[in-house]
């Protein structure tokens, strides 16, 4: 049986990271792969999806991971940018050249590329990924952005995020969930979902999104559910908002898998998401959506589907956002008939590479 060593944003508590994670662990172990995981809450990373995981932050359990392993598999996620530190950028990089030097297989598997900004980055970042021996990433933009770096010598394909994979926990674990949050999910059509996280100026956007869903509860008579993608960073900038509002939303302030999120999501009358992965889910489940932009990756998904974002997250315009909400309830039916067929493309998309992953894994 051959080992795959996972290496990502895990253990940290993000739905949408944990999705691809809980994706992963099933599929690879569906296909008879032993499965391990860097992860900041090993034991928990363990209890969660029945493999075996070592800490990430201690550097002799990683060394020992990447040493008994037969393939590294480095993914998904956005790992390689500079944007929020160079820190995070030389730890995935630092990673893949331990697996380099140990002559494991290594794959960069379905990553967002990206952005890059210093010099030093760029040079080091093309030089390390070139000896990779596949990459896929999850849009078109990164396949531009590694053409623009120089990583050329790679056989890489264009597919989409494994979380288009990823099976929904039964309804009634949904509505269980829904049920606890103090909602009576009998009325679908009511329920409208929101999925924020804190950006930039976090009290000029807490007071906006505050004023935004509240205006969502009052001009269209709904019950609105907020979904904390990230504890406890989104699930802190979700209780400031909270705390500006007039009206009472509902709150999913515990954590679950990503999969009943998901199950969740799908008795939403709508999604409304600045989280990518909450977009995505939702497309899954064949729920509307209405995506507000802070990066381009949202930009670049909503595309693939057809779709465009609505306003930025530093403009929010809700004229924008209400002329959506009745676009949406006036044409429904053919609204998800063209995300199912989107999301069925990706689906395709993400199971055809995830099959060449799994041929290059048993070579």
């Known amino acids: 049986m051959k080992k795959v060593l996972i290496s990502g944003y895990y253990g940290f508590h993000n739905t949408g990271d944990e999705a691809i994670l809980e994706t992963l662990c099933k599929e690879l172990s569906d296909a008879g792969v032993e499965v391990n995981v860097l992860s900041a809450a090993p034991e928990e990373t ?14 002799g359990e990683v060394i020992r991971a990447v040493r008994n392993c037969d393939v590294l598999l480095s993914g998904g996620g956005s790992l390689f940018q500079d944007i929020t530190s160079s820190a ?20 960069i598997y379905s990553q967002g590329i990206g952005p890059l900004n210093k010099r030093f980055n760029q040079k080091l970042f093309s030089k390390v990924i070139s000896k990779a021996k596949s990459i896929s990433v999850r ?4 396949y531009d952005e590694l053409v623009r770096l120089g990583v050329n010598r790679v056989p890489t394909t264009v597919t989409s995020d494994p979380v288009f994979l990823l099976e929904a926990a039964p309804a009634e674990q949904g509505a269980a969930i829904l049920t606890q949050a103090g909602l009576d999910v009998t009325d679908q059509n009511t329920l409208v979902g929101l999925a924020v996280r804190p950006w930039g100026d976090r009290e000029t956007a807490s007071g906006n999104f505050a004023e935004t869903a509240d205006r969502i509860i009052e001009e269209f008579n709904v019950k609105l559910v907020l979904f904390p ?15 500006k509002m007039k009206h009472k939303p509902f709150i999913l302030d515990k954590q679950y898998l990503p ?3 998901m199950s969740a999501m799908g008795l939403m009358h709508i999604n409304i998401g600045v989280r990518l992965h909450a977009l ?29 974002s609505v306003c930025t997250y530093q403009n929010l315009q809700w004229d924008k956002i209400k002329e959506e909400v009745i676009n949406i309830s006036s044409n429904r039916a053919s609204i998800i008939e063209a995300i199912t067929r989107k999301t069925q493309e990706s689906k395709e998309l993400a199971r055809k590479n995830l099959n060449q992953l799994l041929e290059e894994i048993n070579r």
């Open 46 to 59: 363990q209890r969660r999806y029945k493999v075996r995981a070592f800490n990430r932050a201690n550097i």
């Open 259 to 261: 999969s009943q999120i």
């Open 88 to 107: 995070s950028l030389y730890y995935y990089l630092g990673i893949v050249i331990l697996g380099l030097i140990m002559r494991k297989g290594v794959h």
């Open 229 to 243: 993608f990230h504890h406890p960073g989104d699930l802190d900038f979700t209780f400031e908002i909270v705390n």
């Open 139 to 142: 849009d078109a933009g990164s």
């Open 280 to 308: 995505i889910l939702s497309a899954c489940m064949g729920v509307p959506i209405i995506g507000i932009s802070y990066d381009p990756k949202i930009d670049g998904f909503l595309n693939s589907m057809g779709l465009n």
